[in-house]
Each structure stands twice: as structure tokens, then as C-alpha cells.
């Protein structure tokens, strides 16, 4: 079915993709192409002066260039690559097995009868794992054969997820889309807390475990940092601004060592609804918010990408004009206490947060990285006031409550400036409409532009190595770049494919003000030169890939990217998305192995290893979704009655499901 502005989407990732019409964040800072010769000579410099290895290996018409001898190597990978392609189903490579684990709709708790579609409450759902499961982390309570599970529950699908909706809601007036269905969306999203549990070589849900738990977009949560309490945290229901419901379009996260999670509310302004209508036909979407018009505009409240608005006056933006304030937060969940109250940490910034992966750096302080995921967005450090004291959980648990959260400058001398976002400092004054930390951490964006920070192609997973001071970033693309838009860090114009840049804090101390940076890869087909893609020469056809977008490190500390190509597959690669080893020093720098692909529509997201390095726990997200229409075999949108695959089921009178899988060696032994 296609939607009457064509547009046509619903889910809030593909309606990311085409969001652009809200303003981002202000005119390049740095505009350049001068700029790249200028990175170059730099280059030549060092290569004579500073020890830095001098090979510069010549592929897809760019140099890859090596990174400094003392980057140890890590074991090498070893498994036969996949074959590149796309069908109904998932493929992994030779010699492991592919479990699915649990499925959008299975049970969590003892007791429940077999999920039916045709049959969906929000009282079920809540019981029952969520929608397009995305993030995830392992908790261990017995090394890596029983742990506890958490995972985000990013958005819905309702196209393929109730009956009787027939294709894409008409985003602008919902009209198939009941009260019904919005309670269920809503008990369907956040995340779910689980124990799971290795049995005769396959990984199960344990239902009677007192750990399991869901958090939707109802829960009741608190909130602290700098805006807690605040007079624009405060709404009708909520008189004090610090009682929070419920948690939005988690993306992805983090694990701290204190073992909670962390989970990324991304596209929070998709939920936030008006009743107005345009001559157009067209739901509004500017002009809203009052005296906070410029904060709504630029963060895109409301988008009405979902009709909750319509139901819950808390998402109308003509009823309550503060609940959006609540929403775009890291989060943080006690998963080995079901009855914590999650919490908010607004010191880590508003915005559209991908995830928040940590460090602990040298003095005891965490560090936590996180990307802004839209495009001409910016990349974020949070370095904690406090330190890390093993063993104390409660004082550990205040950590997130108070720091330095900074914004990433990329010059094109190799440097990244960590800029302060602080109150007072710089243009962070009353004229320029910030009157407290409480405003800068809710304005981040705002305050980020004011400080010239470089904006980036949609910067997704930020994570850092776990021991090397490097800081891997995953630019997912950005098609809206100008060739006068094109700077250093960002080298591409119409970016379609996304790029990898890798920074090195300086002695492993995350917490320096300046950085280095390099781009590792361009994503994209090598053997196109129009495309202009930076691999290791010894990149295969079936190995490079496009749109890198979560990333994790193995118990052997290598880098492993998933990718999310959005629609665009069909048209662009015509290769599923995948889950791929990368190399990323000594001679496999830069060269890519495809491990696992995902069946047609779906996009691999969460992934993480038990920590005996046996267990790979994979997220498959929206599968039968994206980019189906272009696709040759199928060549429409899906439904609920008709979509392009029923994995991971095939059963005729199941949808298709948004699920997890867990992948291990046949013959035993570590993954790869
Ligand atoms: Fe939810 Fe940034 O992908
Ligand atoms: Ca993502
Ligand atoms: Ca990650």
C-alpha cells in the first residue's frame, strides 16, 4: 500500500531516514575540501617525525592509512566468510548454529498460553517479550551458562503487527489505528529484563526467574542530574519533575561495570502528536511549544509518527507542552533488582541518543561516549565527577548524576577537541536563552551549535575499545550532505554508504581534552570508483558492507559492526543487512568478513558475547519491512496478511517476528 505523500513509513527508523523537515543543527562550522589536503600534509609530517608507520596502502582511489606501530594486534579471525545476498531467511556462516531464542510475543513469564496475533491485549503484552528488539547486554549470574538478558524494544511495526491494518498507517491520520492498538504499541515498547539459561548446548528463557521484568513506555521512572526537578520537567500529571512515565524508541545502550544497564532513547520527538491539520491534509509539526518553540523545532516535537497523542494527552503537545522534555535520555536499570525505579540521568544531555558505551578510565572516572543519530548531528562525552569504587554498587549508581558532558570538534590537523557544555561559559548565557545547566542539558542541541561542534553523518554506536584508549564511531550515512557540506571527518557528499572514524585518546586517558582521529573505513562497494570506498585491498565482494550502525567488541577485544542499510538495500547494495568482523590494525586494518545475514526487510542491531567469547546473542529487527517494495521477489509493501517473509515461523498464521538469536560453534570453541 502506498502511503498518499508517499512517504511511506511508520516506523520510526525508516521515518528517521526521511525526516528533514525540522532544522538541524546550524551552517557547517568548518566547511572545507581544502581541508582534506590539509589532513594530508599533516600526514606526511608524522610519517617522517613521529614513529607513525609510514605504509599507506592504496584502495577505491583513497589511502588507507596505517596507525601507529604499538597498536597491538588482536587474534585473528577465523571462520569461512557468509555469501553476500538477501532472501527470506538468515544465513550464518559454515560450521556454527543459528538458535532463535525468543520471539516478539513469547511468553516471559510462567503460566502463559502460546502468543496470538489475532488475539493481542496490552495485558498480554506486558507479560510478553516486545517489539523490534534492538540493543541488548549479558549479565552473568553464572559465568556464561546462566545470566540475565536485557533488551530494548525500540518501535513497532503495525503494518505487520496487527491484522486488518492492510500496509503502512496513513501517518498523518492514523485511521486504522485504534486505542487497542496504541495500548498494545505502548506495553510493546522499552525493554525486557530476563534471565536466560544454557541448557544441553541451547539458550532458553528461564520464566519463573524472580529477575524478569518489563519496562514500557508506562513505567514509572525517576530522574536526576541537572534538570531534575526543573520548572520544564514539571507537567500536569507531575507537579514535581521527577516522577517520569515509561521510556521511548531505546536504541541502543551500555553496560556498566556495576552491573546495570544503560538504554538510549533516540527518536523520542516521532511520539509527540498534534490534533492540527494543514490545508494540506498534513498533520503540523512547527509552531508548537510556546516559549520553548526554538527547543521543539530544533529537536522535531511533534512528528507524529505515532497517534499515541490521540489517546494520551501526555503526547498531545497541545495539552502538555513539557512531557517531550521527559523523553530523550540515557536511562539507567538495575536488572538485578525488579523493583528499582529506572532512572533518567539528564547530565548525559537531550537528544537522539543512540547509546551510551563506557569506559573506566585510568583515574577511576567513567567515560561515556554516545552519537546523536540524525543527520548533522554531533558526538558526545559524559566524564563522571566521581570514580568508580568496585564493590559499591550504591555509590556507583550516582556516578551518571553528575559530570562534564562535552561535544566533539574535528579538525583537520588529525585533532578532536572535547568542547565543555557548560552554563555559563562560552555563549551558554541568558542572551543566547540559557539560564541554567538545567536548559543546557535539556537544549544539548541548541548548546552544542552555539560551540561550533562538527556535525557528523548520523552518528550511531560510539563505543570504546575495552583497554586501548581507541573510540570507534559508526557513521551510519547521510545523503543530505552538500559537496560544500563535506569536511574531514565527514569526506563524503550525498554519503549514502556511511564511514567508520576511530579515535585515540592520548595514554588511554579518555578523559584528555584533545584527541586524535583518523577515518578507517568508507563504506560502500569498492569495485564502483564513483562510490569512493576505503577498504583493505584485501576486501572480498561478499566482505564490504554499508550503513555501519551498532558495533561490539568479542571477548578477544576485536570489532564486530552491524549494519542498517534502511530501505535503501534494494536500491543501493542489493545485499541483506549483516553482521560483520572488522579488522582494525596491522595489516587487517580496515578489512571487513561477512559472519551473519539477516532475512529480507530486517536489519541486524543488538548483538553482545557471553564472556567466554561461545555465545553470540544477535538482535534481527522489523524483518519483512524495509526496502520489500523495491525488491525484485516480492515488490510491495508488506502486511500482516502478506508480507514479504513470516521468519522466523513460517508459519501461515504467524507475522513475521522481530527476534533474537543465539549463535555458536557446532563443534564448540570460541565464535571465529
Ligand atoms: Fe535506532 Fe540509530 O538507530
Ligand atoms: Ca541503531
Ligand atoms: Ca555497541
Known sequence: MTHP???GFSCTAEAAEAFDDIPRSGPANDTIGAVIARRFSRREMLKGSLGVTATTLLFGGAALTARPAGAAEARPFDFAELKAGVDETHHVAEGYSVNVMIRWGDALFPGMAPFDPNRQTAEEQVRRFGYNNDYMAYFPLDGSARGVLCINHEYVNPEVMFAGIGGRPDRNHFAKITR???????????????EVALRDGTWRPVLDSRFNRRITAATEMTVDGPAAAHARLKTAADPTGLKLWGTLNNCAGGQTPWGTYLTGEENFHGYFWTDKVGENGRRLNRGFGGPQQKSYERYGVPSNWVSWGRHHERFNVEKEENECNRFGWIVEIDPLDPQSRPVKHTALGRCS??????????DGRVVIYTGDDARFEYVYRFVSSGTYRPGDKAHNMRLLSEGMLSVARFDGDGTVSWLPLVFGTGPLTPENGFHSQADVMIDTRLAADLLKATRMDRPEDVQPHPSNGTVYIM?????????????????????????????????????????TWDV????????????????????????????????TFDADGRLWISTDQGSAWSKGTNKADGFYALGTEGATRGLPR???????????????????????????????????????????????EDPATRWPDFDPAMPPRPSVVAIRRKDGGRIA
Open 353 to 362: 541518543h543512540e547509546g551510551a558505551e563506557m569506559v573506566v578510565n585510568g
Open 475 to 515: 557513521l551510519t550515512n547521510n545523503d543530505r550532505r552538500k559537496p560544500e557540506e563535506v569536511d574531514k571527518a565527514n569526506p563524503r557528499a550525498q554519503n549514502a554508504f556511511g564511514h567508520i572514524v576511530d579515535m585515540r585518546a592520548p595514554d588511554s586517558d579518555h578523559t584528555a581534552d584533545k584527541f
Open 594 to 640: 561477512l559472519f551473519f545475514r539477516a532475512p529480507v526487510g530486517a536489519e541486524v542491531c543488538g548483538t553482545c558475547f557471553t564472556p567466554d567469547g561461545e555465545t553470540l546473542f544477535l538482535a534481527v529487527q522489523h524483518p519483512a519491512t524495509d526496502g520489500v517494495r523495491d525488491w525484485k521477489q516480492f515488490g510491495k509493501e508488506s502486511s500482516f
Open 180 to 194: 487497542e492498538h496504541v495500548e498494545v504499541e505502548i506495553a510493546a515498547h522499552g525493554v525486557s529484563v530476563f
Open 520 to 551: 578507517l573505513v568508507k563504506c560502500g562497494d569498492p569495485a564502483i570508483a564513483s562510490v569512493g570506498a576505503l577498504w583493505n585491498p584485501a576486501t572480498s565482494a561478499d566482505g564490504w558492507f554499508a550503513a555501519p550502525d551498532n558495533c
Open 5 to 7: 505523500d508517499d512517504d
